[in-house]
C-alpha cells in the first residue's frame, strides 16, 4: 500500500517541478498535492507524519531551485481559491496564502490602504513573502502582519498572534508550518497617490532588475542593511559571468538568468563562484536568499 491511496486524484507521483519555479529548472518531486482546503492539507501531513515521509510547501516558486534529482517527500502547492480570497474591512485585511504579492498590492492601492506599495516588485505570494519577511530597503511585509492562521505540523489549525511572530531580516518563525491566511493592517490614504507611489516603485525596480528573463528573486541576502549584496558581486567583476546556459545579471548582479539549455548545475556553480570572489576579495560570506531543493 502506498502512503497516499487515500488521496486518489490529489497527489500525483514524479510530478515535474521546473514549470512551477521562476528558474525552469530541476527534477520531480516524489509526491505532489494541490489540496482545496486546510482539512486536506491536514489530512496530507498526518499521512506524511505516519510514512515518515519529509513536506515541502510550494508557493509562487519565486525563490526555490530545485536540483536535477528532484525533490523527496511531498511537495504541497497552495492554488486552490480556498486559499486565494481577500477580505478588506477598514483598514485591516485578511488575504489567503496564494495570493500574488502583485495583485493584493494593486488591490490594496486601489482600496486606499497604503503601505504594501513600497513591497511593489515583490515576487511571489504573500504566504511566500511573509515566511521569507520579503521587502527592499523601505521596510518588510512583517510590520503589517497582525495575526497569521496556519496549520502546524500537527495538523492542527492555529492563529498565532502577533505577539508570538518574530520577523527578522528575511526570515519568521513561520518555517515550521502551513500558512493558510494572514491579516495585515495598514492605513487609509488618497487611492491615487497610493497608485503613484506604487508605480513610481515599479519604474525604479523595472529599471534595475532583469525583468523578463529566465530568473528567480535575489540569490543572497545582503549582508547588512548598507552594503547590498548585488553591489559586492558587481564590484568583483562578476556582472555578466557565465557558466554554461546561466549568467550573473548585468542589470542587477543578485539575480542569475537562466537561459535556454542552461542547467541546474550552471547556476550552482555560478553560486559558488560568486560566494567565493566575494568572500576572497571582500571578506563578506554571502547567505542565501532563495531555496535550493
Known amino acids: 500500500m502506498q502512503p497516499f491511496d487515500e488521496f486518489p486524484g490529489v497527489v500525483r507521483t514524479s510530478e515535474p517541478l521546473a514549470p512551477l519555479t521562476w528558474f525552469r529548472l530541476g527534477g520531480p518531486a516524489d509526491y505532489f498535492a494541490r489540496p482545496s482546503s486546510a482539512e486536506e492539507i491536514a489530512s496530507l501531513l498526518r499521512a506524511c507524519r505516519a510514512a515518515d515521509i519529509p513536506w515541502r510547501v510550494l508557493a509562487g516558486g519565486s525563490n526555490v531551485l530545485v536540483r536535477d534529482e528532484g525533490v523527496r517527500g511531498l511537495v504541497i502547492h497552495l492554488e486552490s481559491p480556498s486559499f486565494s480570497e481577500v477580505q478588506i474591512n477598514g483598514t485591516r485585511l485578511i488575504a489567503g496564502s496564494a495570493v500574488p504579492m502583485t495583485a493584493l498590492i494593486s488591490q490594496t492601492a486601489r482600496a486606499g490602504l497604503a503601505g504594501l506599495e513600497t513591497l511593489t516588485g515583490v515576487p511571489g505570494t504573500i504566504g511566500g513573502a511573509i ?24 495538523g492542527q489549525v492555529r492563529t498565532r498572534e502577533q505577539d508570538d511572530l518574530i520577523f527578522s531580516y528575511r526570515r519568521s518563525n513561520l518555517d515550521d508550518c502551513v500558512i493558510l491566511s494572514a491579516e495585515l493592517e495598514l492605513e487609509l490614504d488618497d487611492p491615487e497617490a497610493v497608485v503613484r507611489r506604487m508605480r513610481s516603485v515599479w519604474i525604479v525596480k523595472k529599471e534595475n532588475q532583469p525583468y523578463g528573463h529566465q530568473s528567480a528573486a535575489c540569490i543572497f541576502k545582503n549582508p547588512t542593511p548598507e552594503i547590498s549584496a548585488g553591489t559586492l558581486i558587481d564590484q568583483a567583476g562578476l556582472s ?54
Open 131 to 154: 515566511r521569507g519577511n520579503s521587502g527592499g530597503r523601505q521596510g518588510a511585509i512583517g510590520q503589517f502582519v497582525r495575526r497569521a492562521t496556519v496549520l502546524e505540523a500537527d
Open 240 to 293: 555578466g559571468h557565465r557558466v554554461g546556459g546561466a549568467e550573473i545579471s548585468d542589470r542587477h548582479a543578485n539575480y542569475i538568468i537562466a537561459d535556454p539549455g542552461a542547467t541546474v548545475s550552471d547556476v550552482l556553480e555560478l553560486i559558488d563562484f560568486a560566494r567565493e570572489e566575494v568572500l576572497r576579495q571582500f571578506g563578506y560570506e554571502l547567505e542565501l536568499q532563495i531555496q535550493i531543493w
